[in-house]
């Protein structure tokens, strides 16, 4: 199932599921807001304007890395765009104040895709990414090469080195974060073989890269951990189950009732086995499942998700789990078209979500909102019209929430597009 148009988000807590005895240790979250503190153009060099498709955007020490496919790097004269060079660069590392150098890209133009990051030392990135040919046309599907993984520090490339081959199809849209444990690093990305879609799983451990093979008919990936276990998300649907009223579609056909249903698995301690599958979201029940979002919070594990009724009715409810209870509580957002979260210093996880239509599909005012859980509830941060004219991306700083994203020029000859930086001071009780 691809990204429905219009639909609604959904935050989970799930508090005591998974580590009782650590959930019962920790004090409840507190609530945050977050005021606007300055807005500037990201400046390449200090001068050049820039953008970076915001795939990956995560802080390192002060500093922000944000890598994607395409960039672009716009030149001026006398305040003017005279030339444009596209995909010459891996992305970009920003300071505070909006000033940004370039990230060498260790591939030649055009064949780095789907960028995952993740901090590695201070001032340091690990990532992850795809190299593919450029696609024959804009937002096209890459046909994936290889995986790569590498270290770096903004300016030079300190690791470099390619993730085991799997011959598939790679969703690559679909794939997890990069995510750190006490092993190294590890990702996962649904990949279709010959014998059907699965999740591959690629981990580190001692310095050597392996991927494992896991759960049948896979669409969507999310991974997390709690420093030892793997939890790894996917969305597949049950083919079982049915739709309980008998529904048909306008040409008689049988409709299905489970189309996208979320599922756990874990690894154990020692990292060599998964366990059995737990169904976290039941897609016949509460609705399809698309680009869920999995981060182990220390209090619990978290999980947002974009939910849309397979036959046409955007969903309701959002929950909060319990001891595998789910509880109903009230939607977050109207018709949500993108869903991201990033973690603070002290582990505590923001997310946000941007969406451009209510539910009956009438235009309205683009949003963007920043949400945490605080106790049993998903509060709003910060909520407001988007600045932005396409998908963005945000970091946390010390005490700062720090949104990047397009936005188009608005002279004759100012850059089609180039990011800004939004920041935000956080507060919590």
């Not at 060099?45 to 672009?72: C, F, K």
């Not at 370039?102 to 030392?121: C, E, I, M, Q, T």
């Not at 941007?354 to 910060?382: C, E, Y």
Request: glycine share 10%; proline share 7%; net charge neutral.
């Amino acid at each position: 199932m691809q990204t429905p148009v219009h639909a609604r988000v959904f935050v989970v807590a799930i508090i005591s599921m998974l580590a009782p005895s650590t959930v019962d240790a920790q004090a409840a979250a507190r609530a945050c807001t977050a005021t606007p503190a300055f807005q500037v153009p990201i400046r390449l060099d200090g001068a050049r304007p820039v953008y970076v498709e915001p795939q990956a955007v995560v802080s390192s020490g002060d500093r922000i890395l944000v890598a994607g496919n395409p960039t672009y790097v716009w030149y001026l004269k006398d305040d003017r765009v005279v030339a444009a060079g596209r995909d010459s660069i891996f992305g970009i590392v920003v300071q505070r104040d909006g000033r940004a150098q370039a990230v060498p890209s260790p591939l030649p133009p055009g064949r780095v895709h789907s960028v995952r990051a993740a901090p590695h030392a201070d001032g340091q990135w690990a990532v992850v990414f795809v190299e593919a040919a450029p696609p024959p046309r804009f937002a096209s599907p890459v046909n994936v090469e290889a995986y790569w993984f590498g270290v770096t520090d903004g300016t030079r490339w300190l690791r470099m080195e390619k993730l085991p081959a799997l011959e598939g199809k790679f969703a690559t849209d679909n794939a997890s974060a990069l995510i750190r444990t006490e092993r190294g690093y590890a990702m996962a990305v649904p990949v279709t073989l010959p014998s059907g879609s699965r999740a591959a799983v690629f981990s580190e451990s001692g310095g050597r890269w392996n991927v494992e093979l896991v759960a049948g008919g896979a669409v969507y990936t999310s991974l997390t951990t709690d420093g030892r276990e793997l939890m790894l998300g996917v969305v597949y649907a049950d083919t079982i189950a049915r739709n309980p009223t008998g529904a048909s579609s306008s040409n008689g056909s049988f409709i299905p009732g489970d189309l996208n249903s979320l599922w756990l698995y874990r690894t154990a301690d020692n990292g060599t086995r998964w366990s059995p599958r737990t169904r976290l979201v039941d897609g016949l029940l509460q609705q399809p499942v698309f680009h869920p979002r999995l981060h182990w919070s220390g209090r619990g594990l978290e999980i947002g998700w974009i939910a849309k009724d397979g036959i046409g009715g955007d969903t309701h409810i959002g929950a909060i789990t319990r001891a595998h209870t789910l509880a109903v509580m009230d939607s977050l957002v109207v018709a949500t078209q993108h869903i991201e979260l990033t973690t603070a210093t002290n582990g505590r996880p923001f997310w946000l979500t941007t969406d451009a239509a209510d539910s009956t599909g009438t235009t309205r005012t683009p949003s963007l909102r920043i949400w945490t859980i605080t106790g049993a509830k998903a509060t709003q941060v910060l909520g407001g019209r988007t600045p932005f004219h396409g998908v963005s991306g945000f970091a946390a700083l010390d005490t700062s929430l720090m949104v990047v994203g397009p936005m188009r020029g608005t002279k004759p000859f100012d850059p089609a597009v180039m990011l800004h930086l939004h920041a935000y001071t956080l507060d919590c009780d």
